[in-house]
């Protein structure tokens, strides 16, 4: 059974600057594509950022493209989300996920195991 345990967040004022962890557990780590997602109060989970196995290849949504970025290191089994020029609109719950079929990265539904979530607040 796959476990993932997110670290990192925290309250940043705006234009600040985040690093997310996310640790993997139980399977081989560089079979698995990693996603990032948020969700924010009242609102639906949404994709932030996706890595696929080997860490060549990053997809973004718009709203964090060239703010945010994402990478993993296999040797250490984890995730990372680089989150800079942090906007209040950022303000979610950030949650890792891994998808083992790799074949939507950006698919909330793909993916087959989450993380608890880790609280990023950014202040204005």
């Known amino acids: 059974q796959v476990e993932l345990v997110e670290s990192g967040g925290g309250l940043v004022q705006a234009g600040g600057s985040l690093r997310l962890s996310c640790t993997f557990s139980?399977?081989?780590?560089?079979?698995?594509?990693m996603g990032w997602f948020r969700q924010a109060p009242g609102k639906e989970r949404e994709f932030v950022a996706a890595?696929?196995?080997?860490?060549?290849?990053?997809y973004y949504a718009d709203s964090v493209k060239g703010r945010f970025t994402i990478f993993r290191d296999n040797a250490k089994n984890t995730v990372y989300l680089q989150m800079n020029s942090l906007k209040p609109e950022d303000t979610a719950v950030y949650y890792c996920a891994a998808d083992r079929a790799g074949t939507s990265a950006t698919r909330l539904v793909e993916y087959d195991y989450w993380g608890q979530g880790t609280q990023v607040t950014v202040s204005s």
């Open positions: 890595i696929n196995w080997s860490g060549g290849r990053d």
């Open positions: 139980g399977q081989t780590f560089s079979m698995y594509v």
